[in-house]
Nanobody, 123 residues
Framework: QVQLVESGGGLVQAGGSLRLSCAAS????????MGWFRQAPGKEREFVVA????????RYADSVKGRFTFSRDNAKNTVYLQMNSLKPEDTAVYYC????????????????WGQGTQVTVSS
């Protein structure tokens, strides 16, 4: 059982930056692919970015490509989402997810989820 704890959310003005962190309890953290999803009020949870177990490969949603950077530090059991040039439409609860096999774009492909952290971007 992997426990994930997100942090780093908050309120920021449009054009600003935030860095989200997701710490995992699992000592075999490097065996898990990781992803970030987000969910705005009244909308379905949507894919943001995924990273392979080694960290060597990533895939981004078109809406965040060039603005967000996903990285992982397997020694610290932590992944990071650096978010730059934030827009009001980035406002959502951001969830960290883990899976031992897939680093897909569908929420159903991930077995473990964090509790989420709120990101609010004001215009």
């Amino acid at each position: 059982q992997v426990q994930l704890v997100e942090s780093g959310g908050g309120l920021v003005q449009a054009g600003g930056s935030l860095r989200l962190s997701c710490a995992a309890s699992e000592r075999t953290f490097s065996s898990y692919a990781m992803g970030w999803f987000r969910q705005a009020p009244g909308k379905e949870r949507e894919f943001v970015v995924a990273i392979s177990r080694s960290g060597g490969s990533t895939r981004y949603a078109d809406s965040v490509k060039g603005r967000f950077t996903f990285s992982r530090d397997n020694a610290k059991n932590t992944v990071y989402l650096q978010m730059n040039s934030l827009k009001p439409e980035d406002t959502a609860v951001y969830y960290c997810a883990a899976d031992p096999l897939y680093w897909g774009v569908a929420p159903t492909e991930y077995d473990y989820w964090g509790q989420g952290t709120q990101v609010t971007v004001s215009s």
